[in-house]
């Protein structure tokens, strides 16, 4: 398969159509990037290399990074995770507060901002210092010490997150929020801010594309099942509620953020990032949608 002609045809038909939608302007911080910044990069599981564009200048992860967190608190877990949060697609906004009441403040799966919060709550209680030691596991999976938290995006998030505080009081109303809410939303915050480049983050998630995949410290990050049932949460609740469209589109497990950035899996064949900040109206980036579409068409290659 000639990935990087692939790449380069379908990177030069999006850039040449419309480039719609608006940057994430609830976060200040996040609108001080090119809104025109375009990127694509491909990591094989063989270890293959394929890009376009700024594919080397980082950006805010936003909600793609709780498919790190949910990742670390389910090897540190199992499947006792599972009893504080479900695995079911919301159907509704990231940020919506409206299926909590009903649920009892047991949030419908671990990627709306609801789920996240209550993993962060979890990676709390059981991590020595939470910001330090998620920091690490993330360098730890590539060895890539370079990847830090963006204090900027986190502060300014910070003066500005009342959906977040609203959702975090609630859920703690029905006692599933343990610590306190100030604390579980500063780590939020920060796992939000994780920066990496397009390169970084496909190399970082081949860990969900590969089998036999070690981190450099020969550790596993997830067994063959857990990551199986990470992929499938991806497919059905990664874009909210446009994961349907997603996966009637694009056809693979993947997680978008409100930063523009992308991650898919092909699971034992590769993993791609795609930046691009505009964002539609669900809040996921507009040309990396059109991006993902057009590339899995021209690969023909499907997990179906
Ligand atoms: O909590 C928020 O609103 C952001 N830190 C993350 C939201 C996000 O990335 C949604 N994804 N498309």
Redesign the pocket.
């Known amino acids: 398969m000639d990935y990087q002609k692939i790449i380069d045809e379908v990177y030069h038909r999006v850039k040449a159509g419309e480039n719609l939608g608006e940057l994430a302007h609830y976060?200040p911080e996040l609108t001080h990037v090119d809104p025109e910044s375009f990127a694509v990069h491909l990591t094989s599981v063989t270890g293959e290399e394929y890009g376009l564009g700024s594919y080397q200048t980082r950006f805010s992860l936003?909600?793609i990074s709780k498919v790190l967190t949910v990742s670390l608190a389910y090897k540190i877990l199992g499947e006792k995770l599972w009893e504080r949060l479900g695995v079911e697609p919301s159907g509704t906004a990231?940020?919506s507060l409206s299926q909590l009441e009903v649920d009892k403040g047991i949030p419908r799966n671990p990627f709306i901002?609801a789920g996240a919060l209550v993993i962060c709550d979890i990676l709390i209680l059981h991590l020595k210092n939470p910001k330090e030691d998620f920091l690490s596991f993330c360098r730890s999976i590539n060895n890539n010490q370079q990847l830090n938290y963006s204090e900027k995006v986190a502060n300014s998030?910070k003066l500005v997150g009342y959906r977040?505080i609203a959702l975090c009081n609630f859920i703690k109303s029905f006692g599933n929020i343990i610590n306190e809410p100030e604390e579980v939303l500063d780590f939020y915050y920060h796992i939000?801010s994780l920066e990496m480049n397009c390169q970084e983050l496909s190399q970082t998630f081949l860990y969900l594309a590969n089998d036999d995949f070690r981190s450099y410290d020969n550790d596993e990050i997830l067994n063959m099942s857990q990551a199986k049932r990470i992929n499938a949460i991806m497919q059905t609740c990664g874009f909210y509620d446009e994961s349907g469209e997603f996966a009637f589109r694009v056809g693979l497990p993947g997680k978008?953020?409100?930063g523009g950035g992308i991650i898919a899996i092909h699971p034992n064949k590769y993993c791609i990032a795609v930046w691009s900040p505009r964002l539609n109206e669900k809040?996921?980036s507009y040309r990396g949608m059109k991006f993902l579409e057009w590339f899995t068409t021209e690969t023909k290659l499907s997990i179906f």
Do not use: L, M
């Open positions: 976060i936003q909600s990231f940020n901002n998030e977040n939000c978008s953020g409100v809040g996921n």
